[in-house]
C-alpha cells in the first residue's frame, strides 16, 4: 500500500510499532527494507505505537501514537492476519498454532468428514517439524488442491512448507526461506550465521544491483535452517534455491557445489547465497 | 557475438549445420531460439554448411556454404569447444570425455602429483553418472577450488555437476539443466515428459513474459532428469530451482509441492516448472 500510494504521488508515513518492517526478517535485514522506505520517501516511524485516531464530524482526520499527532487524509490498518477459525471452534474442532485450524496431511481435521484448507488452516513446517500458521496464497492453493483430490476420492497429501515468503517496495526486493533467528531461538536449537554483500550480476554488467544474503544453519550438523535476501532486482526470487535445499534438508556443505546457472547477463560465477553458505560454515 | 553485432547496427547472417541453434536443447525449444534470432531481423540459415571462404587479396570477402556464397565484411567461426589436453596425452595422462583429462573428484589425474582443473579435465555427472567433458567457467571455477583446497593441503571432493547452463538472446533467455532427449536416449533410459507454455508473472502485472518449460523424468521411479527453459525477461535464471532439485535427487511428486515464492510481481502462484513436472507425471 506504502508503495501503491507513493506512486500516486500522495504523502505517506508510516508507523511501526516495532524496531523494523517485515517482522518476518531478521533485525539486520529487516533495516535494509526501512533504509529503502526512508530513501524513497516514505515517512517511516518506527518503535512508535498507534493509540487512536482524532475524529471531526464522525471522520478519522489524524492519527494518534504515544509521540505525536499525525493528521491524514486516508488511514489504512495493517494489524496483520488472524485464522478466521471460529466456525471451526464453535463446532468443536480442535485448533492449533494461532489458533489455525488443526489438520492433518490430507487437510483432514479431526472431526470425520470435515477438512479445512487456506488461511484458516495449519500447515507443518518441514524446517521446524512443528505445526505453524502461514496465511499465504501459494500454500493456501496447495492446500485446497490436497483437499480436493482427497474430497474427489484421490488420496493425497501435503508434504508442508519451509516457510517462503517474497515481496518488495519500489526497486528493493526481498524474501525469506526456512526459519529466521527468533524463530530458530525458540526451538532451542544452536545456529550459524553467513552474511555477506554481493551484487546480482558482475559488477561490469548492466543492471548488476546490490543484494545481501543471509544463510543460517544447525551448529553441528550444519544442517541448513534458513535464507534471507534483500537486493535490487533480480535478487528475491533466488531465494527458490534455497527453498528447494530446504525440502531436501541439505547441509551447508551440501550448498557449497550445486551446479547454479552462471553467465553474466544472469549472475556471477559464485552464486551469493552459496558464498553466504561458505561464510556460516567457517562460523560453525 | 549475433546479439553484439546486430546491437552495433551490423547486418547479421549465421549459418547453422544443424537444424538449430543452441544443440543443448531439444529441438522444440531450440525452435523458439530459431524464431527469436529471426525475429530481431538475424538472417539465421539452418541446415546449411560451410564449406570455404572466397579471398581476394588475401582476405576472406565471402562464406561458401553447400548452398550459396554469402559475402561478409567480418567472419566469426563458432566451432564448439575442445579440451586443451594435448600435454597431458603426451605425458602419458588418461583421457576421458571428448579427449579431457581424466581426474578424480580431488581433481588428481591418475599420475602422481599431477592435477588438472577447468575447461581441459572432465566432470562427473550427477543425474547420467557419467563421466562428462563440460566446458563453462562455473564448473571450471569450482574445479579449480577443490585442486587448489588439495594441492594446499585441505582434502576437498568435487560432488559434480548436473548440466547446468543459461544464455540469452536479446530478450529471449534459455537455459537447461540435467539431460535432454538425446542424452538420455544415449543411457537408454525410458523418460516421460511435460511441456508447458506459461508467464513469468500474473498476466494482469506489467512486464509480464511468456516463458515454456520442459521437464523430463525416468518413467517407473518419476526422478527428475531435466528441465529445459526459453522466455522472455525473468524465465531462464529459474532453471536453479530445477538444478539444485536434479542435486537432490527429486522425484516428480518431490517437485510437486516446493514452497516456492509467490507474490504477482515474481510469479504465479503455480510454479512453471511444477506445472510441467505435473504434465510429466501425468505422462509417466
Redesign the interface.
Known amino acids: 500500500m506504502a508503495e501503491a500510494l507513493h506512486m500516486r504521488g500522495l504523502n505517506v508515513t508510516m508507523v511501526q510499532r516495532s524496531a523494523q518492517v517485515m517482522s518476518t526478517l531478521d533485525p539486520e535485514m529487516g533495516q535494509l527494507l526501512n533504509r529503502a522506505l526512508l530513501h524513497n520517501g516514505i515517512d517511516l516511524r518506527v518503535n512508535e505505537t498507534v493509540q487512536g485516531f482524532d475524529q471531526k464530524a464522525g471522520l478519522a482526520v489524524a492519527v494518534t501514537t504515544d509521540k505525536q499527532t499525525i493528521p491524514a487524509d486516508l488511514i489504512i490498518l495493517g494489524l496483520g492476519v488472524t485464522p478466521n477459525s471460529d466456525l471451526a471452534k464453535d463446532a468443536g474442532i480442535p485448533l492449533g498454532p494461532k489458533d489455525s485450524i488443526q489438520v492433518n496431511s490430507m487437510q483432514q481435521t479431526e472431526t470425520a468428514n470435515i477438512w479445512a484448507a487456506g488461511d484458516c488452516a495449519q500447515s507443518y513446517h518441514?524446517v521446524s517439524r512443528h505445526p505453524v500458521h502461514i496465511a499465504?496464497?501459494?500454500?493456501a492453493?496447495?492446500q485446497g488442491r490436497i483437499a480436493g483430490m482427497n474430497l474427489g476420492g484421490r488420496p493425497a497429501a501435503?508434504?508442508g512448507?519451509?516457510?517462503?515468503?517474497?515481496?518488495?517496495f519500489m526497486d528493493t526486493?526481498c524474501?525469506r526461506?526456512g526459519l529466521n533467528e527468533r524463530e530458530i531461538k525458540a526451538l532451542g536449537l544452536e545456529y550459524s550465521t553467513g552474511l555477506i554483500e554481493a551484487h546480482t550480476l558482475p559488477r561490469y554488467y548492466p543492471g548488476s544491483a546490490p543484494i545481501s544474503v543471509k544463510v543460517l544453519a544447525e551448529k553441528g550438523s550444519s544442517r541448513l535452517l534458513g535464507v534471507q535476501i534483500v537486493g535490487g532486482p533480480?535478487s528475491?526470487?533466488?531465494?527458490?534455491?534455497a527453498?528447494?535445499?530446504?525440502?531436501?534438508g541439505?547441509s551447508l556443505e551440501?550448498m557449497l557445489?550445486?551446479?547454479?546457472?552462471?553467465?553474466p547477463?544472469?549472475?556471477g560465477?559464485?552464486?551469493p547465497i552459496v558464498i553466504a553458505a561458505r561464510m556460516a560454515l567457517k562460523e560453525g
Open positions: 518441514l499465504l496464497g501459494t500454500v492453493n496447495k501435503f508434504p512448507v519451509v516457510g517462503t515468503a517474497i515481496t518488495k526486493e524474501a526461506t533480480g528475491a526470487k533466488r531465494i527458490d534455491t527453498a528447494t535445499a530446504l525440502h531436501a541439505f551440501e557445489y550445486l551446479d547454479l546457472s552462471y553467465a547477463p544472469f549472475a560465477v559464485w552464486d
